[in-house]
Structure formats: C-alpha cells, structure tokens
C-alpha cells in the first residue's frame, strides 16, 4: 500500500530553481509529502542559451525544458495555469479560470519582466520577458525580415544597455547578418557606458564588436515615451520599425495583492533560509526573491546556486527539520555571447574573449540543459516507511483508521470530504430531478418525459493526467461521449470517484479540483450531477453513470451501415500510446497538450452533424481501438470496410513513440482483432498499422454517412472545430473470411 499523502508541496513558475527542485525530488521523493508544479508554460526557457537560440545556433527543444515530461518522470503533478493571487490565510492560489489549490508549503519562482516605466511601451514594444512570448514576437520578425524588399533597411531597437540588452542585439545582427537581411540595429542606454561594473577591456570590446557589426549605440539616451514610429527623449527621438526592451527587472503585478513582505519595487523579500519574511511556509528563489541580507543582481546563476538549499528547506520545513542558510557568493563568473560563435568573459577585474570562450559557454549551458534532455530511467522502489513528523501530524488514530480501509464501506471517503466540496459546487439544476443532491434520500429519483427513452450508459477511467481538474473534464466528457454517439441529449449523472490515501483536508482539495472539473462539463450540456459514491483507492479513478433522453426515431446505432457509404472520423488516433509514454516522462509536453485539446472537445455537435445528413451508423472510438470499434459496427450486417492507411488522423507524437515500441496496455489485447484483417501481411510494417489498435481515451466519433453528403458533412465538421475530420474508408462486401481490407 502506498503511504497517505500528508502535505503537498507547491511550486508557482517553472523556473531555474524549480527545475532543479524538481529534478532532485525525482532522486529522492519524500513518502507522505507530494510536489506540483502550477506553470502557465509547457516549456521553461533556460535564459543563458536565448542569445544561441536567437543567433541560429540552438533549436527551440535544445533551449527549453520540457516541464511536462520532466514532471511525469520526477512523478511531480503539473498544473498548467496562471497563478493570480495568494491567500496565506487559509493556503490557498488563485489559478485563472479554474478552483483555488490548496498548500502546505509554498515556493514562488516566477522570474522577473523588464519595466514598463516608458509611456507608451506596453502599446508599442515588446518585452524580452516573458520569453516565450518575446521569441514568437522574434520569430515573426523573421519572417518579416525575410520578407523585407524596401531599399531603405528595417530598424530594429532594443531599449537597455545591460548584459541581456547587448546579447540580444548582437544575436538578432548576426542572424540578419547571415540571411543577408536589409536591417539596421541599434541598441539604446540611458547609461553613459556599457557594462559599468565589468572591466574596462571587456567594454572596449563590445563596443569594437559594435562597430564592426555596424550596430548603433545611443548612450546617455533617457528614453521617455514611445510612440508608433519613435522612441523619445527629452531632446531626441529614434526612428524604429520594431522596437524591444530589456530594461530594468519588475515583478509582477500580483504579488502586490498579496498579504507577503515586498520590497518597494514589488519582490518577495526572504532571509537566509530563502523563506518569506511574513511568512514561513512561503519560500521564494530567482529574479522574484530579494534576500535583504544578501543583496543580488538578477542573475540565473543565483537561482541555479540557491536550488540545493530550496530544496532541502522545503523537505525540511514539512518535516519539521532544521532549515540550511543560502550566502550566495558575491561575485561569479560572466559570459557574455556577442551574436557570432564568440564570447566574452569576465571575473572581478579580469575579462577574456575569443571563440574558445563561447565554447566554454557552450559546454556550461549544453551540459546545465542535459540535466534535463538526458532523464536516468527511474526503477520502481517499494513504498517507504512516513517520516515520524508526519506519522505525527496524521496522527495515531488516523494512521490506524487508514490502515483499516481496505474495502466495504470501510474504503468509504469521510462524509466531511464529501459535505465541504458539495457546498462549494453547483451542479446544474434540472427541472427533471425530483430528488438530487440537495436530498439527503438514499437515492435519486427522476422524471422521465413523456415520448422519450432513457439512454444509460457508464465509463470509468483511470487517472492519466495529474491535474485533477483536467481529468474531472475528461472522465466526464469521455462518460457522456456514448450517449452522443447514439444522439441523445444528457440528462442526469452519477460519479464513481476514488482519492488517493491521504488527510482528509488533502482528499477535499482532490475532490474539489476533480470534481470541480466534471461538473463544468456536465453544466456544460445541461447534466445534473445528482448522486454518486466515493472510495479509496491507490490512485485517483473517476466514472460515472449517464442517463441521457431521445426520441425513438432520432437515435443513432452502432450498426447500420449500407454498401457503398463513407466512413468518416471526427478525430485524430494515438492517446493510448501517447500517455503510455507520458506516464513514463517519454512524451513531449507540446505532443500531450495537443492531444488534450482534442480530447477536451465534445463529440455533442460531431453527433448532430451526423443526424443531420442522416448517418446510417455511429459509434466513438475509445478502449477498443479503432479497428474494435469498426469491427463492432459491422457484425451481423454482412458487410465489409475498406480503409485507406494514410488516411487515418494522428495526434502528434504518437508515430513516433510507437516506432520506438511505447504502447498502451490495452494494445495486445486490442491487436488479437487484426485476424479480421484481409491482407494484413501486405501492410503489417504500414507506419499506421500500430494505430489500428491503440485504444483512445475521449476519441472522436466514426460515422457511415452516404457518399453525396460527405463533402457537406466535413465542411460542417470542421467549422465546428474537428479539423483532422476526415474520409478514412468506405463500406464494402465482405472479402471471404476477414471483414477489413488495408490499402
């Protein structure tokens, strides 16, 4: 049995620290504790190698960090969402758009964005940070570049004469300069010299590198305002095109709803043990802390330095242990990249420049950026033993009571758990519920309108996602998808939910979230949430028990296809072999968050666009795979398909992890079907082939619809949002023994 969850651990920004931390909670997990990461972003950027990634001489995935997959293999929860406030009263963040999570301890690091202190700079410039937003700004810069056929150059600016300033305006000369772009740089100070601090020869050579690469130099230049086409001074203005900035850092706005100790200019202010001064269950690292006693610049290289010292303080502090002290040194080694594959370098007094010092930088970042390209595979360990701070805070009559729910109605959640998150929902209120949630009855009791059938069904999943509240909406979309395929309208619904092991203070923010989710789909299509059971088990599992209403005449069937009609499906194939990698930390972040959006999208209106050019049969394709789910729909109908291989829709990625031999579970019971295949040695090596059985959790719907309404069934299928909706076949005559032929 797994240890209860007794604190969770929360981390807001994926940041330098974080990613650390997280890396190192993979190495040595705390049984009782667990870790989630709340990022508005999949990928975290490693801002050492921008200038490379700017210049040409790095991709996107050689700068970035994959969060999503870094946190499946650390098992650490990853919420994609924007934190927007901080009650530390009762522990909770504010997401957008989505329930309050709930903390233990708390570790803020979200970096730092350049000052908006220049009027007109939010309407007229880009910011350097956040840098996914700046690099899709850059990328379009590009492309205009490219496409640049005036005579007279484009002018790009860049406000700020720090390190980051004259890094980024070297790397954009020197890819315009490869691509042979009409473009003119300049790089705008209010200072009245570069680097102040850095010594005097490593100022003279940027400079020289200015000059040589034709880059102006505005210094003394106090820019006060920024207009569509000008940046100005009090005396002067600059002509621009495009203009960026990468002026002094700020915080975000937020914190300062905050009831932390900031300091005047927004920053979480922290002692020694990186915790905040106003509160010591908040910790804080990177450009968004301010150590008092130990003043700093903001630079990655303290936020790389203070993640050992985070983590260890945030394991210690929920166990109750002695916390260690962060000194960060007072001076580091600079490097600073100058467009080219040439560095310059400096410490205190001493600078150094040349090609061999941008391999020196390269091999730092290359083999910083490994920690988290190159994941060890992790080996199962057996469930340890709680910390005896945390047997304690349990407590010994807990610790006993879960030993004992082992099943029955001894597994059952605490009605405490259940009563608070209720009262923090509300579910749809229909007009054909006599007798719900706001019942205490022993069960529900609804009116079933005159003329009408009842359409039950019931699915249950297994959680495949770490955030509760995204697996809340796909348990209950991938529940309601049945009664869409046969075009009924939900009606009611009762959920089968089982919790982790943990406190219950633990188990309600679980169910909060969960729940909270679900019942946003089933509001969504007007389903009543009346009833349901909750359990414990060794994961979180959701279900649920749909009562969904139709006319008679108006439902759709699984069987029912005629001779010579289409097949078309709604959506792409590959969830199964996706969050099979997934699950393992093999799965790239930007692969599964496509694969979610689609599986966040409702089969209701693909339903009623197939009744509407009278589809003769229909069914979703889910744990069966697509050729299981054919296959059902032609037995006892005498009649055969014809799928062509290239056809068949597929989620990014999942070719791919299937090459490399990743499948769900599910896929050699699935493949056992391929005996209804016709000439399958023929396409056995098909790419596609694997994806014939890989089973699919919130899949598309796969309709026969006659061939002449075809074109204006996938015209309204994609203006609805199935894109990927497409012809993968048609029904034909059976071929002798086997019901399916491959081309």
Known sequence: MHPPIVKDIVLIGGGHAHALVIRMWAMNPVPGLRLTLISPQVHTPYSGMLPGLVAGHYSFEQTHIDLVRVCAWAKVRFIQASASAIDATNQTITLTGRPDIGYDVCSVDIGSTPNQNIEGCEEFAVPVKPISQFYQHWQALQHELLNHKKSSPLKVAIIGGGAGGIELITAMAHWAKNKRCQAQFCLISRGNQLLP????????????????????????????????????????????????????????????????????????????????????????????????????????????????????????????????????????????????????????????????????????????????????????????????????????????????????????????????????????????????????????????????????????????????????????????????????????????????????????????????????????????????????????????????????KDLLHKQGSRMGQVLILTQPLGTGALFAAHMRGLANGVDINDALAHMLQSNQLAAEIFYSVNASACTDVTGFGLLGHLVEMLKGCELGAQLHMENIPALGGSLEVMADGIFSSLQPQNARLRRAIYNQDSVVNHHKYPLLFDPQTCGGLLATVDAADAHDCLTALKAKGFSEACIIGEIIAPPESAIVVLH
Not at 441 to 450: G, Q, S, T
Not at 456 to 467: A, E, G, S
Not at 499 to 524: C, F, H, T, W, Y
């Open 197 to 552: 601090d850095s010594p005097a020869p490593l100022q003279k050579n940027v400079k020289r590198h200015f000059s040589h690469n034709n880059i102006e130099l505005h210094l003394g230049f106090e820019s006060q305002s920024i207009t569509a086409s000008h940046i100005h001074s009090k005396q002067q203005k600059i002509a621009y095109d495009k203009v960026f900035y990468c002026t002094q850092a700020s915080a975000a706005d937020w914190l300062k709803q905050t009831p932390l100790n900031l300091t005047e200019d927004g920053f979480i202010q922290v002692n020694e043990k990186l915790q905040s001064t106003s509160h010591d269950n908040l910790f804080a690292a990177g450009d968004i802390a301010h150590q008092s006693a130990h003043p700093r610049p903001k630079a990655g290289v303290y936020a790389v330095r203070a993640a050992p010292v985070l983590f260890n303080n945030l394991i210690n502090y929920a166990l109750n242990k002695p916390l260690k002290n962060f000194k960060p040194q007072s001076n580091f080694l600079s490097l600073l990249a100058l467009g080219g594959k040439v560095a310059l370098g400096s410490r205190q007094v001493f600078s150094f420049s040349g090609k061999w010092v941008w391999r020196w930088k390269d091999y730092i970042d290359v083999k910083f950026m490994n920690l988290f390209h190159d994941l060890p595979k992790m080996t199962m360990k057996e469930p340890a033993l709680l910390d005896a701070h945390l047997q304690q805070k349990m407590g010994i009559k807990d610790i006993h009571e879960l030993a004992m729910r082992c099943g029955g109605c001894g597994g059952k959640v605490g009605a405490s758990v259940l009563s608070d998150v209720l009262n923090q929902l509300t579910p749809h209120d229909h007009p054909d519920v006599l007798v719900g949630l706001k019942s205490p009855d022993d069960a529900a009791v609804l009116n079933i309108p005159d003329g009408q059938k009842l359409v039950q069904t019931i699915d249950h999943l297994k959680t495949l996602i770490d955030d509760p509240y995204l697996f809340g909406q796909l348990s209950a979309l991938h529940a309601l998808s049945d009664a869409f395929a046969m075009n009924a309208t939900p009606h009611s619904a009762q959920a089968l939910v089982q919790l982790p092991l943990a406190q219950e203070a633990i188990q309600s923010r679980d169910m909060l979230q969960l729940m909270s989710g679900a019942v946003k789909v089933l509001n969504e299509h007007k389903c009543a949430l009346v009833g349901g059971h909750t359990s414990e088990d060794s994961q979180l599992n959701l279900g649920f028990c749909v009562n969904a209403l139709a006319q008679e």
